[in-house]
């Protein structure tokens, strides 16, 4: 079942002699299988998987150490205030839990022994 023709390709381009041609066919068909025909010791393999663990080259973006600062979202932030004020009016039992997490976000509290959280999310302005 050799390829006769897959041989003499390679033995013309590789400049092999027919065994050699042959022997590296099967060789591929059994890395192909999922054959190891260079196992590595055990402390290659170690090695290895070291250096598959190592850290790459970190981009260019990542040496910029500055944090983006945000612009506070005045509305979000009204929004929430509101919100707040509503929950502890018209459900005095929560005011001793209730919490904004986050100011511009997000409101955590309990009511019958359940937990909630209300979050407030602005949505992109739609392309046209």
Request: glycine content about 2%; cysteine-free.
């Amino acid at each position: 079942m050799i390829d006769e023709k897959r041989v003499s390709k390679i033995m013309k381009t590789l400049d092999l002699s027919r065994e050699e041609a042959i022997a590296m066919l099967a060789d591929d068909a059994k890395v192909d299988k999922g054959a190891d025909l260079h196992p590595l010791t055990r402390e290659q393999e170690e090695v290895a998987k070291k250096m598959r663990k190592a850290d790459r080259t970190p981009t260019l973006y990542k040496w910029d150490t500055k944090k983006r600062e945000r612009k506070p979202n005045e509305l979000k932030r009204e929004i929430i205030d509101d919100l707040f004020t509503f929950l502890l009016e018209n459900w005095p039992e929560t005011a001793e839990n209730a919490n904004i997490s986050n100011i511009e976000r997000q409101i955590d509290f309990a009511l019958g022994g359940e937990d909630f959280s209300i979050t407030l999310i602005q949505h992109r302005k739609k392309k046209e």
